[in-house]
C-alpha cells in the first residue's frame, strides 16, 4: 500500500502528491434532508459528538472492508425492505479509522447500496444524487444513520458539485446515465452524463484536494472483444454504444488525472448488476412484462445472447476489497463471475419461479438493440487474486432480484 503524506492545501495546480482529507470535528450531526441547494459541507458534519472517531488522510491504510457483509435483513414491519442490520447500530461500532466517503449516484441502485455498506462499517457518507433514476425510499435506511448527509444537485453543476464534496477524503463516482440500450435516441446524453460529469467529479477533487477514486466503469468499454473471457489487458477495438465509448473516455480522464495531479484511480468494468434495488435491465423488462401479461415475453434479440452477471453485494465486497488492497496509482479490474448464461437461461429461471409458460416472441438477430453485446464473459483472475470470490451464482442472483422486485412492486412503476 502507498503511503502518501497527507497535504491538506487544495490541489489546483499540477502536482504528483495525491491530496488529503480535511480536518475534521466531532460534535454536528449531519442534516438528513436533501438539499436542493448544496452548500459547502461543514467540516466535521459528520459522526456523533464524542465518540472521537478518527479520520485518515488519503493514501493511508484504509480498512474499508473490515468485518463481515452486514446482514441483509428482510425487516416486515418496513413494507418489505431491505435494510442493513448494521446501519442502525454504526454508531456504537464505529471503527477506529474512518474515512469520509463522497458518494455520487447514492440514491441509485448500487449507490444506494453502497452507502449502506460504507456507513454499515462507521464511516461518514456524504450523497450526491439529482434523483434523475434515484429513488428517495432507496436512501431512507441511510437517512436514520448519524452519519449521513444527503446533497441533491447534479453533477454538471460543478460549483455545488466541489462544494458538496468539501472535507470528503474518497470519492465513488456512480452517478452516470447507467442505461445502456437508448444511446442512439439521445446522443448528447452518454456524453454530458458520463464523461462531462466524470470530468467535473474530477475537477471537483482536484479543488478539494481529494486524490482517491473509485469510478463505475463497465464491461461495455470493451465494445465487441475477440478474446473471451476478457481481461482487462485485452484488445477492444470495436465500439459499438455511446454508454460503452462515454465510459471509456471517463476512464481516460481518470488515468490522466492519476498521471497528471497524481490522485489515485479505481476503475471497475462491472457485467450487469443484480440484486436488491434494482431498477433496469432484463430481469426488471421481463417481470414487468410478465406481470402485465403472464401468457407472453417479448424477448430482444434471439435470446442466445450471453451474459454475464454479478450480485450487487458481491460488486461491494470487490470494490472494497480492492480500495483497501490494490496500490497502484490505476487500478482496473473487471468484475462478474466466473460463468455466463444466455438470456433464454434467465427467462427459464424467471418464468419457472413464477410458474409461468409464457409464448416466447423474439425480436430476432444476436443483437437486442444497438450497441448491445452477444457475449460477455470477463475475465476475474485479477480481482480475485487479491482473495474475492462472489458467493451468489448467476442463477441465485437472478432468482433473488426477481424475488425482491415481487416484494417491491412500487419499483416496477419507476422506471419508464
Ligand atoms: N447496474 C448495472 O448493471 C451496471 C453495470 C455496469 C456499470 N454500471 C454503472 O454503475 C453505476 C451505477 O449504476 P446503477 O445501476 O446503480 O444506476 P442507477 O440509475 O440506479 O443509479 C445512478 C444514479 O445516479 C444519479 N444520477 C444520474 N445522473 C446524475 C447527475 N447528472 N447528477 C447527479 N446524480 C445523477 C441517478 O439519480 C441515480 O441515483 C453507473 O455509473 C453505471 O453506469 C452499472
Redesign the pocket.
Known amino acids: 500500500m502507498r503511503d502518501f503524506t497527507p497535504d491538506l492545501t487544495p490541489n489546483l495546480t499540477p502536482n504528483p502528491s495525491p491530496k488529503g482529507e480535511g480536518s475534521k470535528q466531532a460534535g454536528e450531526r449531519p442534516d438528513l434532508t436533501p438539499d436542493p441547494s448544496p452548500t459547502p459541507l461543514r467540516s466535521g458534519g459528520h459522526g456523533p459528538a464524542g465518540r472521537g472517531s478518527q479520520h485518515l488522510h488519503t493514501g493511508l491504510f484504509l480498512p474499508v472492508s473490515m468485518g463481515p457483509r452486514p446482514n441483509l435483513t428482510r425487516n416486515d414491519n418496513s413494507a418489505g425492505r431491505w435494510w442493513p442490520a448494521r446501519c442502525l447500530q454504526a454508531a456504537d461500532t464505529l471503527p477506529a479509522i474512518t474515512m469520509h466517503f463522497f458518494v ?8 444506494s447500496n453502497l452507502v449502506d455498506r460504507l456507513l454499515a462499517l462507521g464511516h461518514p457518507v456524504t450523497g ?7 429513488q428517495a425510499r432507496f436512501l431512507e435506511p441511510a437517512a436514520a444513520c448519524p452519519n449521513f448527509r444527503l446533497v441533491r ?4 453543476d460543478l460549483p455545488a458539485l466541489t462544494a458538496a464534496m468539501q472535507g470528503a477524503g474518497f470519492v465513488f463516482h ?5 442505461d445502456v440500450r437508448f444511446g442512439t435516441q439521445h446522443p448528447r446524453k452518454d456524453l454530458e ?1 458520463n464523461t462531462l ?1 466524470t470530468f467535473n467529479v474530477l475537477e471537483a477533487m482536484r479543488a478539494n484536494g481529494v486524490g482517491r477514486l473509485a469510478f ?4 461495455s468499454i470493451y465494445g465487441e472483444p475477440w478474446v473471451f473471457p476478457t481481461p482487462e489487458a485485452a484488445p477492444f477495438p470495436v465500439q459499438t454504444s455511446l454508454y460503452g465509448a462515454s ?1 471509456l473516455a471517463g476512464e481516460g480522464l481518470i488515468q490522466a488525472y492519476c498521471a497528471g495531479f497524481g490522485f489515485q484511480g479505481y476503475i471497475f468494468r ?4 443484480l440484486g436488491e434495488r434494482y ?3 432484463h430481469v426488471f423488462d421481463f417481470y414487468r412484462q410478465l406481470r402485465q401479461n403472464p401468457a407472453e415475453l417479448r424477448v430482444l434479440g434471439d435470446g442466445q445472447q450471453r451474459k454475464s452477471y454479478l450480485y450487487v453485494q458481491d460488486c461491494l465486497d470487490a470494490m472494497l476489497l480492492a480500495i483497501e488492497r490494490a496500490a497502484e496509482p490505476v487500478n482496473i479490474f473487471n468484475l462478474g463471475t466466473g460463468e455466463y448464461c444466455q438470456v433464454n437461461d434467465s427467462i427459464g429461471w424467471i418464468t419457472g419461479a413464477l410458474g409461468l409458460r409464457p409464448r416466447l416472441s423474439y425480436t430476432g438477430g444476436e443483437r437486442g438493440w444497438i450497441g448491445d453485446s452477444p457475449f460477455i464473459f470477463l475475465d476475474t483472475t485479477k480481482i480475485r487474486a487479491l482473495g474475492w470470490a462472489p458467493k451468489l451464482t448467476i442463477r441465485e442472483a437472478v432468482l433473488r432480484t426477481l424475488a425482491y422486485l415481487q416484494a417491491e412492486p412500487w419499483v416496477l412503476e419507476q422506471r419508464a
Open positions: 455520487t449516484g447514492a440514491a441509485g441502485f448500487i449507490g450526491y444524487d439529482d434523483f434523475s433514476t434515484g444537485g447534479d453533477t454538471l456512480l452517478a452516470a446515465n447507467a452524463q460529469a463505475a466503469s463497465t464491461g465510459k462491472f457485467v450487469s448488476i431498477t433496469h435491465g
